[in-house]
C-alpha cells in the first residue's frame, strides 16, 4: 500500500471544516512535498513528524513523499494536523494496517519524542465529528474538554505509540466514559454583593427578567462596570446547546472556562471598533 487517507478537521471561526490527509509514497529521491495551502505551522509538521515516528520506533520512509491536505483551496493553520500525517505515512508505508483507522478522525500535535501535545479548539472539531457520526481521538490533555458532548465517542492518547498499537491490535485504547456535566451555580461576582445602587439594580433585574438589552453611562468610578458584572449572576441557566456554544468559543481561544457559566467580558473604555469587533481578512467558503 503506497497511499492513504486520513480524516481530521480545521478551525474556521466556530466552525471545523473537515479535512482529508491524502499520502503518497512513490519511488524517487527521499523527499516529503505538503500541498494544499499550508500555513507555516503545518509546513513545519513534516519535521516535527520525522522525528516523532523515528523516536517512536518506526521507519521513515526513504522514498518520495507526497501529503495533500483536501480541499486544497481551504488553508490549514495550526499543528493539529500532525498526528494525522502521521498515521498516513505509516499506513502509507505498510507500517499500519489499511483498514484499521475507518471511522476515525484524529488530531493533535507531535513531539519529537512522540508525545501528544494539546491543541486549541478541540470542543468545536468534536462538535463537528459528532454531527458526522465519527469517532475523535486526540490529546489526553484535550479529553475533559471534547468529552463534554453526549453519546459521542472521545479516545484518548499520550504518545504516538499508543495510537499504533490500538490500531495495529496490539493493544486497545478504551473510549472515555461519558460524564454527566454539572452546570455550574457559583459566580464570582453576585448582585447581593452590591449595596444601594436601587435604580440600577431595578434596571439589571427587569433586563434580566425580561431577556432585555441595557445601556449604562454615566462618568468613570460611578459603578456601571461592578453592576454589569453582576448581571450573568441572575440570569436564567444556559440551557444545553447555549453551554456548549459559549464553550466552544472559548475552546477556540484557548482561554480558560467554567462549563455552564455565563460569560463576562470586560473591554477597556478606551478600545475601538475594530478592537471589539476584530479585524482583518477573514477566508469564507
Do not use: W
Not at 519524542?113 to 484535550?142: E, K, V
Not at 453519546?151 to 472515555?176: D, K, M, R, T, W
Not at 439594580?201 to 468613570?220: D, M, N, Q, T, V
Not at 478606551?270 to 477566508?283: D, E, N
Request: glycine share 8%; charged share 15%; aromatic share 6%.
Amino acid at each position: 500500500m503506497s497511499f492513504a487517507k486520513i480524516y481530521t478537521r480545521g478551525l474556521l471561526g466556530l466552525h471545523a471544516p473537515q479535512i482529508e490527509v491524502e499520502v503518497h509514497i512513490s519511488a524517487g529521491l527521499p523527499s516529503l512535498t505538503i500541498v494544499g495551502l499550508p500555513e507555516a505551522a503545518v509546513r513545519e509538521s513534516k519535521d516535527r513528524v520525522r522525528s516523532a515516528i523515528i523516536n517512536s520506533g518506526f521507519q521513515f520512509p526513504t522514498k518520495r513523499l507526497t501529503i495533500n491536505l483536501a480541499p486544497a483551496d481551504l488553508p490549514k493553520d495550526g499543528s493539529r494536523l500532525d498526528l494525522p500525517i502521521a498515521l498516513g505515512i505509516l499506513i502509507a508505508s505498510g507500517q499500519l494496517p489499511e483498514q484499521s483507522t475507518e471511522g476515525f478522525e484524529f488530531i493533535g500535535e507531535l513531539a519529537l519524542d512522540g508525545h501528544l501535545r494539546p491543541i486549541s479548539g478541540a470542543l468545536t472539531i468534536a462538535m463537528a465529528c459528532q454531527q458526522a457520526q465519527h469517532r475523535l481521538l486526540l490529546p489526553t490533555a484535550n479529553l475533559d474538554e471534547a468529552n463534554q458532548l453526549p453519546e459521542f465517542e472521545v479516545y484518548a492518547a499520550g504518545h504516538l505509540q499508543e495510537v499504533c498499537a490500538h490500531f495495529s491490535g496490539n493493544s486497545q485504547i478504551q473510549a472515555a466514559p461519558q460524564r454527566t456535566t454539572a452546570t455550574a451555580s457559583y459566580y464570582q461576582f453576585d448582585l447581593a454583593d452590591v449595596k444601594g445602587q436601587l435604580r440600577p439594580r431595578r434596571a439589571l433585574e427587569i433586563a434580566a427578567a425580561g431577556g432585555h438589552s441595557l445601556l449604562f453611562k454615566g462618568p468613570p468610578g460611578t459603578g456601571k462596570t461592578l453592576l454589569a458584572s453582576r448581571l450573568p449572576s441572575i440570569l436564567p441557566p444556559l440551557n444545553a446547546r447555549e453551554n456548549l456554544e459559549v464553550a466552544s468559543i472559548y475552546s477556540v481561544a484557548n482561554a480558560q472556562h467554567t462549563f455552564g457559566q455565563r460569560p463576562f467580558r470586560a473591554p477597556h473604555h478606551t478600545a475601538s471598533a475594530i478592537a471589539l469587533v476584530g479585524g482583518g481578512c477573514q477566508f469564507h467558503k
